[in-house]
């Protein structure tokens, strides 16, 4: 039997473009080539889709449009199952078996990919639409959360333009500190934690270059811990808990300016330094959320930690990273799970669940 050809998407139109170059290397390079052949299409800042043949290290160094390229289109009718290739007037067609959308934030994890892999009929890697949709909305995923009967921060959510008669009713009931967030951010762009009310609208302008929803969500306080699943409906394999231990601030991955480990007042301890029934609360309600989000496949749910072990929801990433520091992959490997085992899993999952 032929090896089976994954169409990897890196890039996209997101605000963590590049940190989707450094997961889809990690991807590509720890597929099992036994068994999978890749096929690299980068989706370059301004959307274009591009199939990529160079040499690997270009990706995660952000050099890979330099060269190597070929303009590819994805066909929307699921009886052509790939993409078609125009080169000096010339088409050629490259079937693709499945898809990894290495891809993180908008237009990647929100489920509009989704869709359109949908459409075109080929199987993909992880969440699907809703799912995708839902967690990439932290108003929507914390009431469906609630929903289930697992507590989340109290929070408001507000669109268009922002008065401040309106952001005076909604605040009522706040304490300070208080997050403010773009409902459909990720690495923290785009967060502050707010402690006295006279901050708020600047905390609000700085969200909104990121969303036009905005949410306010009561502070809590703890520690942050985090599950990294992998698997569908029953048969959920949970990694080993993680737990952040924030010097200063908030949690603040800065993928640019910490190259080596992204981190900037923050340490990680895989696994958590927390009694074992406390990790095990922790990784029931992390299952939970997986199954109320309608998940699968791929996703790492992260949480509070209240001082009385109480857990509390912050959100789901269905594309989480898997770059050199990414909690996913570090989890998964503190339970003895490798990137190859990973990609294999979730890639067969995939290819069960569209039959
Ligand atoms: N309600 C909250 N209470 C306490 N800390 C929070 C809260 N919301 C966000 N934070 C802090 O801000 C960080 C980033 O917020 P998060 O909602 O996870 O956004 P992102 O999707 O960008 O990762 C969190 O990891 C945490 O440190
Ligand atoms: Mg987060």
Redo the contacts with the bound molecule.
């Keep these: 039997m032929g090896k089976i050809t994954v169409g990897v998407l890196f890039g996209g139109q997101s605000s963590e473009h590049k940190v989707s170059l450094k997961s889809a290397h990690t991807i590509i390079t720890n597929l099992d080539r036994e068994k999978y052949e890749p096929i690299l299409i980068g989706i370059a800042e301004d959307g274009k889709w591009k199939l990529y043949d160079g040499p690997l290290e270009a990706i995660p160094q952000d050099t890979w449009e330099q060269s190597d390229c070929t303009p590819i289109v994805l066909l929307p009718d699921p009886s052509q199952h790939g993409l078609l290739k125009t080169v000096g007037g010339m088409s050629e067609k490259i079937h693709l078996d499945v898809v990894f959308p290495v891809l993180h934030g908008k237009n990647g994890e929100d489920g509009k990919i989704q869709s359109l892999l949908e459409l075109a009929g080929i199987p993909y890697v992880g969440c699907g639409v809703l799912s995708s949709a839902m967690c990439m909305d932290?108003d929507v995923s914390h009431r469906v959360v609630k929903e289930a009967g697992i507590r989340v921060?109290e929070s408001i959510a507000l669109t268009g333009a922002i008065s401040e008669e309106q952001l005076a009713k909604g605040m009522t009931g706040f304490n300070y500190p208080v997050?403010v967030?773009p409902v459909s951010?990720?690495?923290?762009?785009g967060?502050t934690k707010v402690e006295e009310e006279s901050k708020l609208m600047a905390a609000i302008r700085e969200a909104q270059k990121y969303d036009m929803k905005i949410g306010i969500?009561?502070?809590?306080d703890g520690c942050?811990v985090g599950c990294s699943i992998l698997g569908h409906g029953d048969d959920l394999t949970v990694g080993e808990v993680d737990q952040i231990v924030?010097t200063n601030g908030?949690?603040?991955i800065h993928q640019d300016m910490f190259k080596k480990t992204g981190l900037e007042n923050a340490s990680i301890h895989v696994p958590a330094q927390l009694p074992q029934v406390v990790q095990e609360k922790i990784k029931d309600t992390a299952k939970a959320i997986f199954r109320a989000l309608c998940c699968t496949g791929i996703a790492r749910v992260?949480l509070?930690l209240t001082p009385d072990n109480e857990v509390v929801f912050?959100?789901v990433n269905t594309m989480p990273g898997f770059t050199s520091y990414s909690r996913y992959p570090r989890m998964m490997e503190a339970a003895g799970i490798s990137v190859t085992e990973i990609t294999d899993h979730a890639i067969q999952l995939a290819l069960e669940n569209a039959n």
Excluded: A, L, R
Excluded at 217 to 220: L, Y
């Design positions: 932290k921060p997050f967030k951010g990720g690495s923290s762009y967060v969500e009561e502070g809590i942050e924030v908030y949690f603040h992260d509070f912050n959100e």
